[in-house]
């Protein structure tokens, strides 16, 4: 399934292909100084109760995302 969705929806054990990264400035530039760029695979770890962080894979380092980080990251092949 090609159905583009924001990285923020995806569930714990999911994996995704970024599309896109609607970030800007430095958080960008964090984002792929991290590994996290178009055409990459992300794997959901864990999602806070609230649904206000998020601990993704990137290749084999972990990050933690606030809810409008993981709102700029849009993906696909969601499975």
């Known amino acids: 399934m090609n159905t ?3 990285l923020s929806a995806c569930t714990k054990g999911g994996i995704a292909t ?3 990264i609607n970030a800007k400035g430095p958080l960008k530039q964090r984002l792929i100084s991290f590994g996290l760029m178009k055409g990459c ?3 959901m770890l864990e ?3 609230n649904n206000t962080t998020y601990e993704i894979k990137v290749g084999n380092m972990n990050i ?3 809810r ?3 709102e700029l990251i849009e993906v696909c092949n969601v499975r």
């Open 4 to 6: 583009m969705t924001l």
């Open 18 to 20: 970024v599309v896109k």
């Open 41 to 43: 695979d992300v794997k």
């Open 47 to 49: 999602c806070a109760l």
């Open 64 to 66: 933690a995302l606030r």
């Open 68 to 70: 409008e980080e993981a």
